[in-house]
């Protein structure tokens, strides 16, 4: 019972995260009271004061703070699976060319309106992702070497995309373009709440259900075999919900970098190498770690940093302290 209560602990985390989240903003600091009064008000409370608070917390604070804990989870977990499945601790939910597609799918849509931007981005994500996997497959199977290097190769084909389309667009929808691909939660709206919560949820639950095969799966394709579960169809079983949520997430919020990446390494220092541990871990901690940076980059400055650049310059010095440190554990492929 004692060594479980640290868990217990780090589960019982977002609640008070969520309520400091909305009480911190760039327009001011709501105090605990009025914060209460909105909680346990009914729709008859009058005042103008009031209705300004309620309006910053359920119309903009509120729908931000869902928004930032759905990406978090969502990133963290498909960057824990993908780990496991590909058996390397370097492999982030961009290792297929996901960022790279839906980056060039959002600058697209950015620059001629041909698609709405969370459709466009989307679909290319997907794209990039069944390009790699196609590119992977041949008659012996998926191997895990080839997947990543055509992985590689999709990212500098859509990345070389992304860049025409820079090098083309007006200066305008140029900055535009160059915003969104660092990432940012400051257009965060119920619309795009509800046009992520469904595939993201979905993607969640689905990997949830089936982490046991995780510890399978990285041991090993022969190993695999052996316990009698199908190694290309439980790759295909991990990589498509994985993807369904790196994408949802991109659509809505850019490219958030190296969430997926180092927050699975920190669970795995807490909870163990056990995905059965680890992926439920992933939502609670990986949604609180974004919404933590997401309050920081709002309201540290008068002016909006993208939340990218602070999760890099979050993440970048823990991995090398991972990396100097020899914490960065996984089985050798």
């Known amino acids: 019972m004692k060594k479980r209560f640290p868990e217990v602990i780090l589960y019982l985390v977002p609640i008070p995260l969520i309520f400091v ?10 105090s605990i009271n009025e914060l209460a009064k909105l909680l346990i008000s009914n729709s008859k409370s009058s005042g103008e004061d009031f209705e300004v608070i309620r309006d910053i917390v359920l119309n903009i604070r509120l729908p931000r703070v869902i928004l930032a804990f759905l990406i978090g ?20 939910p961009d290792i297929l060319g ?15 309106g041909l698609l709405p931007l969370q459709i466009s981005a989307f679909i290319s994500g997907l794209l990039a992702v069944s390009l790699s996997y196609l590119l992977a497959v041949t008659y012996r199977g998926i191997s895990t070497i080839t997947l990543i290097l055509a992985g590689i190769i999709v990212t ?9 389309i820079q090098f083309l667009t007006d200066p305008f929808k140029l900055q535009s373009i160059v915003h969104w691909t660092m990432g940012n939660l400051h257009t965060a709206s119920w619309s795009k709440v509800s046009s992520a919560v ?14 046991w095969k995780l510890n ?10 052996a316990v009698g579960v199908n190694p290309d169809r439980a790759k295909l ?25 180092v927050v699975p390494h920190m669970i795995r220092m807490l909870v163990g190498p056990d995905n059965i541990k680890v992926q439920p871990m992933a939502v609670v901690f990986g949604g609180s ?6 309050t920081i980059s709002r309201t540290l400055t008068e002016y909006e940093i993208p939340i990218s650049i602070f999760t890099i310059l979050i993440a970048a010095p823990f991995f090398v302290y991972l990396l100097k440190k020899g914490k960065i554990f996984f089985r050798e492929t």
């Not at 500098?156 to 025409?164: K, Q």
Request: a neutral charge; aromatic letters at 10%; hydrophobic letters at 60%.
């Open 73 to 92: 989870a969502a990133l963290t977990v498909s960057g824990n699976s993908l780990q496991a499945l590909f058996r390397n601790p370097l492999v982030s």
């Open 21 to 30: 989240s909305i009480l911190f903003g760039p327009s001011e600091l709501l």
């Open 237 to 261: 079983l991990i990589i498509i919900p994985a993807t369904l949520a790196c994408s949802s997430s991109v659509a809505v919020a850019g490219v958030v970098a190296m969430v997926g990446l």
């Open 289 to 294: 770690f974004l919404l933590c940076v997401d």
């Open 156 to 164: 500098s084909f859509f990345t070389a995309l992304l860049t025409i």
């Open 216 to 225: 399978i799966v990285s041991l090993g394709d022969t190993e695999t075999k």
């Open 98 to 112: 996901l960022s790279a597609g839906a980056a060039f799918g959002a600058a697209f849509s950015l620059a001629y």
């Open 198 to 211: 469904f595939p993201i949820t979905l993607s969640l639950i689905w990997l949830m259900l089936i982490r």
